[in-house]
Nanobody, 123 residues
Framework: VQLQASGGGLVQAGGSLRLSCAAS????????MGWFRQAPGKEHDFVAA????????RYADSVKGRFTISRDVAKNTVYLQMNSLKPEDTAVYFC?????????????????WGQGTEVTVSS
């Protein structure tokens, strides 16, 4: 299984980025997909997740209304559109896959992880 995250970079506060995570080696349409982030010295924090069907999403309070998670089954890819970025969004962002039928916000429930893509938001 491979989860290849991309799209990170340096952006000014108020700007936007779109992260992508291409999955291979798993039955993508049967996995809940999530995004987590890790700031220096901190644990993995839940950011957003989308159910296997795409019908349900969940967001951390800190990103609600600014971030949108989506998935494209034809491309085996999950996206995280990040708007109105703030300096506190600075972190390494990881995508993860969970074979559960429901959305989990706890990182230890996820079965597979990508390598992370770095997002830096300058003030």
């Amino acid at each position: 299984v491979q989860l290849q995250a991309s799209g990170g970079g340096l952006v000014q506060a108020g700007g936007s980025l779109r992260l992508s995570c291409a999955a291979s080696g798993l039955s993508f349409s049967t996995y809940t997909m999530g995004w987590f982030r890790q700031a220096p010295g901190k644990e993995h924090d839940f950011v957003a997740a989308i159910s296997w069907s795409g019908d349900s999403t969940r967001y951390a309070d800190s990103v609600k209304g600014r971030f949108t998670i989506s998935r494209d089954v034809a491309k085996n890819t999950v996206y995280l559109q990040m708007n109105s970025l703030k300096p506190e969004d600075t972190a390494v962002y990881f995508c993860a896959a969970d074979r559960s039928l429901w959305i989990n916000v706890v990182s230890t429930r996820y079965d597979y992880w990508g390598q992370g893509t770095e997002v830096t938001v300058s003030s």
